[in-house]
């Protein structure tokens, strides 16, 4: 579904300031997989993602996505097909448009050119209702309202609201507090098997990145040095984790953000 070989990126070629973000890197997804990835900061998540979802051309290799060759296809032509939520709760969405207006953009009806239907704010709602916090009654409030877990929850639905091929979750619970974490986390598990979106998770969260999804990958210094699913990964606690990445990556991980999550 996913089959990405062979990519390389390194940025600032040739200067002091040289840095290979990604070396060799491939990785092939079938259809419904939900891929967890753990990794330190430098690792190569975001840049991996950056990659996928057109931010910048790879200097080697190729990125295919449900068949089509989407290497060197431009950002705003990937968006059709790659949903994605960051870690900044205030990214994705217009905070000075209502609840009711971000969420007929992202379905392509309504907004600003033609009004919305009685349809359309009915399927908003029955939407909206299964997030569990009541923005099903709040849908002309101004976004910029919001708490940031109800902001992110938002984001993650109108990120599927039609449901893309891929969905590219970027620490979209980092900035949260634990309790509003643990809602969107199910909210997205929810999600994500509802509609059977193919699916990659950056977490810092180990103990999440072995619980959600059915395949946990980590990854240092621009490549992948690890990649568990199946009987393999049902039975690994996080210090089978830490040692698999002490054996593929010659090194300790040291990251405390990483090492101190619950």
Do not use: C
Not at 177 to 182: C, I, R, V
């Amino acid at each position: 579904m996913l089959v990405i070989q062979n990519i390389a990126k390194t940025f600032n070629p040739g200067t002091v300031n040289e840095k290979q973000a990604l070396s060799g890197l491939s990785l092939q997804l079938a259809a419904g997989d939900f891929v967890t990835i753990v990794g330190s900061n430098g690792a190569g998540k975001s840049t991996l993602f950056n990659a996928i979802a057109g931010d910048f051309y790879v200097d080697e290799g190729s990125i295919a996505l449900d068949g089509q060759d989407i290497t060197y296809l431009p950002a705003h032509k990937r968006s059709r097909q790659i949903g994605r939520l960051f870690q900044d709760p205030m990214r994705g969405t217009a905070p000075h448009m209502t609840i009711e207006e971000n969420l007929a953009l992202a379905a392509g009806s309504g907004g600003w050119f033609s009004p919305m239907t009685k349809a359309d704010r009915k399927r908003f709602q029955d939407r909206l209702a299964l997030l569990d916090m009541g923005l099903e009654d709040r849908m002309r409030q101004p976004v910029g309202l919001l708490s940031g877990g109800q902001r992110q929850a938002l984001t993650l639905l109108m990120a599927t609201m039609n449901p893309p091929k891929l969905l590219l979750l970027d620490e979209h619970t980092a900035a949260l507090d634990p309790g509003t974490a643990e809602k969107v986390l199910k909210i997205t598990r929810d999600v994500v098997a509802q509609h059977k979106i193919t699916t990659l998770m950056v977490t810092h969260n180990m103990k999440n990145a072995l619980e959600l999804g059915n395949r946990t990958l980590m990854m240092d210094s621009g490549h992948i040095v690890l990649d568990v699913q199946g009987e393999e990964r049902a039975g690994m606690t996080v210090n089978d984790l830490l040692e698999r990445f002490r054996a593929g990556a010659g090194k300790d991980l040291d990251n405390d953000r990483i090492l101190l999550s619950d």
